[in-house]
């Protein structure tokens, strides 16, 4: 997405600019490390596009948008401890590279310079709004994992449940990231909630169109294994739409492979057909395809601007990706 | 403490009435958990009695008093799973009776619902000085369980150093305890550096005299074994004080006896011997009886009230323990 480029270059020069101590070196080295081995930089780079949006000059949005992205970092080193992931974009993870108790304390240490950005805000800004609203955010990040964590044990989740644990886990970031620009720009409740809903269609359509991609995006450009999803036995929204158009024999099929590890290959390509003779994956589709929609459609409140083009470009742009 | 005992019965009083979610109760049920197992209440009784001291209702400190509260019981969650500790308080620990990824995330939403409480002070209150002093707080407790991680594997800490993690790991937090009352009652920055200050001598003298109790205290008193710290092999300010005396002979020595796991009941009664020989042992005390002399000092810049009675009478009754 070349028209994001010069968004992300201002928040990756900010980002190598932190002044993070140079001691405890266990503290500080894991969060510098973390910061630099990229990422979509997708949820600050909305910050300072909605601080745009909202009529006011991105940069004043930049204390946010850094706050935002060091938070998701924080939460990757210790999603990655709990889902015992040995690598994050072809790095070695923290608790990898460290141990577990380095992983731990650093993760705390970065939640906690994440909410000390907040403090380099113009003091115009309304602070006390801004710390509720990345607050909500990170409570809706912990729910959705706690649910996400649930799931795995439990064999009855239903569609809706994943809806709300996505809610949470995706969308409740991108959501904040989303407000923390409209709050730094001195909006109004109602282009606020605007936005808050934009955020929380764009995660959840985001998160859907992930897992309908696992199962037909071209793995070479996905990057990923296609079907690994199924392999792993996911609760995807796929599967729990399938598992709701299944008879009780499918379903008890469905168990039987999905307990197989290794799943053997010609069983992942039974399950997707399963996905496809069901029309879950029909309706995923358009289920995703219809949280976009409303995403653009919450854009439609707000004046038109460069801004807007660009938000509006990007969600065209997410909503057509075939990776 | 008797005359403690209704400033404590307030304070657990609201995190009894605490509005934490009832789902996912995998987040929310180890939090509740933490909270009811009791603990001294020490920290956010010094925040109400600090906001007292400075002339106004302690009442106007709660949610602060309750948000030190939670803080410090997040970090003993964590600080758990660092220390592989199966109990605390009698209980078994979070990681022990859930499991660690419950304890990662359940402490990170602790955190999150610390910070939380901040958003209930009164308006009139300088909310973004009041998050500032927090998270200078949280800074420093992160900085020092740090250093004290890092301690572990190294044999040439230096007495200065230790002095420098406790003040992080145990003056941070009262420190900011201190001053959040202080904000809270609208002081000025004069009152606020002797807050800083009498708290930091406060967390020092109370860590060192911790340390020289495990070797000098009635263990019927003091609940743990006399010894302990020795036989753990644990950096503590007397073991350091004692090895800046030693000669070359005796520090190999120290040395090997602090390898043996476990130690000889003997060899635990010979290095309290050379505490006694070097004189690392009275000059621990004389410097932990420094420390809270210098805290009731700062005691003195502020005006004649029934709270800076109570803190007096509680300084002096932490100075005399024997247990």
Redo the contacts between chains.
Sequence with gaps: MEFLKPIIQRIDKELSQLDLPQN????YDPQRYILSTGGKRFRPALTLMACGLCGEDPEKALPAALAVEMLHNFTLI?DD??DQADSRRSFATVHKKWD???A??????L???A??Q??NLDPAID??AM??CF?EG??AV??G???D??FETRNDVRLGEYITMIQGKTGGLISAALQMGGIAAGCGADRLAKLHHLGMSLGIGFQMQDDWLDVVADQTKFGKQTGGDIREGKKTCILLSAMERCNKEEIIWLQNCLEKKPMPDEDVLDIIGLFERTGALEETKNEFLGYYRQALDDLDAFDPSSHKEDLTRLLETLMMRDY
Tied chains: 1, 2.
């Design positions: 405890p070196a266990s503290l210790h401890m709990m577990t108790s380095v731990i304390l650093s993760g705390d240490s939640y906690t310079e909410l000390w907040l403090q602070f006390r710390n509720r607050l990170i409570r912990c729910e994992q706690a649910l964590m649930e």
